[in-house]
């Protein structure tokens, strides 16, 4: 069966005071492994998308790397802005053509000015 | 370009009725996915639509039922509500033709209340 496990479950960073939060999978055959944010009462919104170990991507103040067990999200410089839950979902070859995600619980994370 | 829509934003419901929630796809995408997300807490896969046929489903039981519309738009039904169906329901399209990246992208939820 495949797990996702997101560490921490809250975070509370300062303005401007960099971060990680981490993602543990089990997979039988990764697929991809996704990062979405969501703000309270809405959808996830979509960050990344990484396909292979060694990988990594950038967005603004966020970057996202992957290897064969975790991937972490690098916050830099954060901005209360960034306050949001952050999502981690993997997809498995054994989604077949319905291609679902398993996602983790989330990290809440929340910047103070 | 209008991005995927869901139908009706919130709804309160009692232990026993049934209820109907509905999502409009983005535009260009074919298939759509369902989860469920309760309070703190991922989503969680309900089942998806392509070509209005069911093509997958997670471990939800035959409660939670769907329909795909020839405008790949979607319903989600359930039936005989219990306390614990009260959660976001989330509306996620994709494209699945050639070329496609595999990308969700979500509407902003149905959030079901059950008393």
């Known amino acids: 069966e495949d797990q996702v496990t997101q560490s921490p479950e809250a975070l509370r960073l300062q303005e401007g005071e960099s971060s990680s939060l981490n993602c543990s999978y089990t997979v039988s055959g990764l697929r991809g492994l996704f990062w979405y944010r969501q703000d309270p009462g809405k959808g996830p919104e979509f960050l990344f998308t990484l396909y292979s170990a060694g990988e990594e991507k950038e967005k603004e103040r966020l970057k996202a790397t992957l290897t064969k067990k975790e991937s972490f999200l690098h916050i830099t410089a954060p901005k209360p802005e960034d306050s949001a839950t952050y999502l981690c979902a993997v997809r498995a070859f054994s989604s077949g053509s319905a291609r679902q995600l398993t996602f983790g619980s989330g990290t809440q994370l929340t910047v103070l000015p | 370009d209008a991005g995927v829509t869901q139908s009706p934003t919130h709804l309160i419901k009692t232990r026993g009725q049934q209820v109907t929630l509905r999502c409009s796809p983005k535009?260009?995408?074919?298939?759509v996915s369902w989860y469920q997300q309760a309070l703190g807490q991922g989503p969680q896969f309900i089942f998806q639509?392509?070509?209005?046929?069911?093509?997958q489903r997670g471990n939800f039981p035959d409660r939670f039922s769907g329909h795909q519309f020839p405008n790949y738009s979607s319903e989600l039904n359930v039936n005989a509500l219990l306390l614990g169906d009260s959660a976001l329901y989330l509306c996620a399209s994709s494209f699945s033709g050639r070329g496609n990246t595999g990308e969700l992208f979500f509407g902003e939820g149905s959030r079901l209340t059950v008393l």
């Open positions: 535009s260009g995408h074919d298939t």
């Open positions: 639509y392509y070509e209005e046929e069911e093509r």
